[in-house]
């Protein structure tokens, strides 16, 4: 199984809900990543976990909050967001997180910000 | 910095052309090099990939070289089929995992 999903594949939000995108692989990887990707752009990192701890954080606005509960599930937790954080969100894993080690993608979820 | 130069799309080509998407990077130390593709509607998938110099990497008749001297690994393919449609990313991870892409190049391919 190289597969990793997301849910949902679609999510429209107000201003002052408060939301959680979901990432799951089962493919053995120690390393999850969030990306957000707006159109005709490339993915831009958010958050990089290595065995379930918190390695990277590229300055990401505290109204995303990631949570990475176990080896094979992680979250995105939105709260207050605005209209300007509408885009793809993509989660990723890879083996590792090394240099080495290619990512794999889900599909995305589709975030319209109301 | 590490930084990551695609040539600019978007490209056209016929069914059966030779494409040849250019990409150079800067990155200190020694950078693992990947292409990525993204078709409508999905995530990235993984096309190839070179983790030092010299190494080739191909998948379903792409083909791309990593080059230290020239900071190059461009990708290439003899014949393209309408099913290659899609944008293309050259990436590299120097650590951490830390990936860095450049900015996509949109292919398409028309019968």
């Known amino acids: 199984d190289t597969e990793v999903t997301q849910t949902p594949k679609h999510l429209v939000m107000g201003m002052t809900n408060k939301k959680s995108l979901k990432c799951e692989q089962h493919m053995g990887h120690r390393a999850m990543y969030w990306y957000k990707q707006k159109a005709k752009k490339p993915p831009e990192l958010m958050f990089v976990y290595s065995y379930e701890k918190l390695s990277i954080n590229e300055s990401v606005p505290s109204r995303f909050s990631p949570e990475c509960p176990n080896s094979s599930l992680l979250n995105l937790h939105l709260h207050a967001l605005q209209p300007e954080d509408s885009a793809l969100y993509l989660c990723?894993?890879?083996?590792?997180?090394?240099?080495?080690?290619?990512?794999?993608f889900g599909p995305g979820t589709r975030l319209t910000v109301t | 910095g590490n930084s990551v130069t695609q040539m600019e799309g978007p490209v056209t080509l016929s069914e059966e052309a030779f494409l040849t998407i250019n990409c150079t990077y800067t990155a200190t130390g020694y950078p693992s090099l990947f292409w990525y593709v993204q078709y409508p509607g999905e995530g990235l998938q993984l096309l190839l990939k070179a983790t030092k110099a010299d190494d080739k990497g191909s998948n379903k008749g792409f083909e791309a070289t990593y080059r230290k001297e020239t900071t190059s690994f461009h990708l290439e393919k003899g014949s393209v089929q309408v099913s290659d449609s899609a944008v293309y990313f050259c990436a590299l991870s120097a650590n951490a995992g830390k990936s860095t892409f450049g900015d996509g190049t949109t292919l398409t391919v028309k019968p």
């Open positions: 990723a894993s890879s083996r590792e997180a090394g240099e080495t080690y290619e990512q794999y």
